[in-house]
């Protein structure tokens, strides 16, 4: 059993910062690559940011420059990093990972979602 939790969402003003958090419990051994998405009412989920067993980042166009996405393999946890946020990142934000467990791989775990609004 995997169960991913997202943390870090709130309410920020234009300009501001938020530091997202999933973690990973259950029998880790290790998240292989996690995937973050959000989802604005009437929008279509969107990929955000992405990161690699090995640590490779991949971000949307839209957030590229302002997102940093770093993984903290002891804690199994990665932390997406937002800065100079504006209104139109206001969205839920999940995780999605393939984790490697004690009994084999878990593909596609998803997190109950953390809303963030950016909003002055």
């Known amino acids: 059993q995997v169960q991913l939790v997202e943390s870090g969402g709130g309410l920020v003003q234009p300009g501001g910062s938020l530091r997202l958090s999933c973690a990973a419990s259950?029998?880790?051994?290790?998240?292989?690559?996690m995937v973050w998405y959000r989802h604005a009412p009437g929008k279509q989920r969107e990929l955000v940011a992405a990161?690699?067993?090995?640590?490779?980042?991949n971000y949307a166009d839209s957030v590229t420059g302002r997102f940093t996405i770093s993984k903290d393999n002891a804690k199994n946890t990665v932390t997406p990093q937002m800065n100079s946020l504006k209104p139109e990142d206001t969205a839920v934000y999940y995780c999605?990972?393939?984790?490697?467990?004690?009994?084999?791989?878990?593909?596609?775990?998803w997190g109950q979602g953390t809303q963030v609004t950016v909003s002055s």
């Open positions: 990161i690699t067993g090995g640590g490779s980042t």
């Open positions: 999605n990972a393939d984790v490697l467990t004690s009994t084999g791989w878990v593909r596609g775990a």
């Open positions: 259950g029998s880790i051994l290790c998240i292989k690559a």
